[in-house]
């Protein structure tokens, strides 16, 4: 058996002169290697599906938390009520403009231009994982807008709007007095 490079070639000729083609090992299939590559790859789409919804469902855990700190707070207005309502006001605004970047280690890389269907598949799930943080961080808002309006930074009644009314000026009047 001569070698060459990597590659072992088995001679048959009584002389040596002629080298036949490689050797496959027994067991060996193409189909089977890229069959593996594809079990591979979707293992490692699964696991950033999976990843991401752990992403989504992580901003969920910290909800009750603050719900209870909104209740701490409490309804007046003062210098420590306002920059943490302010803070948690803007966090999640900040996690709604930066979404791409929060799921871009998730997204699908590493595809050829033949597995663009599986590309498109995978897209297709990362889709509820972004739509449910996204879901999440508006609730979040949603939650600080209430409790803007429990503080009465919001305009809810006419009582704020009041001093814009110009008071109507009756067509008659009486006084009272008997003639």
Same mark, same amino acid.
């Given at each position: 058996?001569?070698?060459?490079?990597?590659?072992?070639?088995?001679?048959?000729?009584?002389?040596?002169?002629?080298?036949?083609?490689?050797?496959?090992?027994?067991?060996?299939?193409?189909?089977?290697?890229?069959?593996?590559?594809?079990?591979?790859?979707? +293992? +490692?789409?699964?696991?950033?599906? +999976?990843?991401?919804?752990?992403?989504?469902?992580?901003?969920?855990?910290?909800?009750?938390?603050?719900?209870?700190?909104?209740?701490?707070?409490?309804?007046?207005?003062?210098?420590?009520?306002?920059?943490?309502?302010?803070?948690?006001?803007?966090?999640?605004?900040?996690?709604?403009?930066?979404?791409?970047?929060?799921?871009?280690?998730?997204?699908?890389?590493?595809?050829?231009?033949?597995?663009?269907?599986?590309?498109?598949?995978?897209?297709?799930?990362?889709?509820?994982?972004?739509?449910?943080?996204?879901?999440?961080?508006?609730?979040?808002?949603?939650?600080?807008?209430?409790?803007?309006?429990?503080?009465?930074?919001?305009?809810?009644?006419?009582?704020?709007?009041?001093?814009?009314?110009?008071?109507?000026?009756?067509?008659?009047?009486?006084?009272?007095?008997?003639?």
């Amino acid at each position: 058996m001569a070698t060459s490079g990597s590659r072992k070639f088995v001679d048959l000729s009584a002389d040596g002169s002629r080298d036949l083609a490689p050797v496959m090992p027994s067991g060996y299939s193409e189909r089977v290697s890229s069959d593996s590559e594809d079990r591979t790859r979707q +293992k +490692k789409t699964d696991l950033k599906i +999976k990843k991401a919804w752990d992403l989504a469902k992580g901003a969920a855990k910290g909800v009750p938390m603050l719900i209870f700190m909104f209740w701490m707070v409490g309804n007046t207005v003062n210098i420590f009520s306002i920059p943490f309502l302010v803070y948690q006001f803007w966090n999640p605004v900040r996690a709604l403009l930066g979404l791409s970047v929060a799921f871009s280690k998730y997204e699908a890389d590493g595809f050829e231009p033949h597995h663009h269907q599986q590309q498109q598949l995978h897209r297709a799930q990362l889709l509820l994982p972004k739509l449910a943080y996204a879901g999440v961080q508006l609730a979040i808002v949603a939650l600080c807008v209430y409790k803007c309006a429990a503080m009465g930074l919001l305009p809810t009644t006419a009582d704020f709007v009041a001093h814009y009314v110009v008071p109507k000026l009756p067509a008659e009047f009486s006084t009272h007095f008997a003639v």
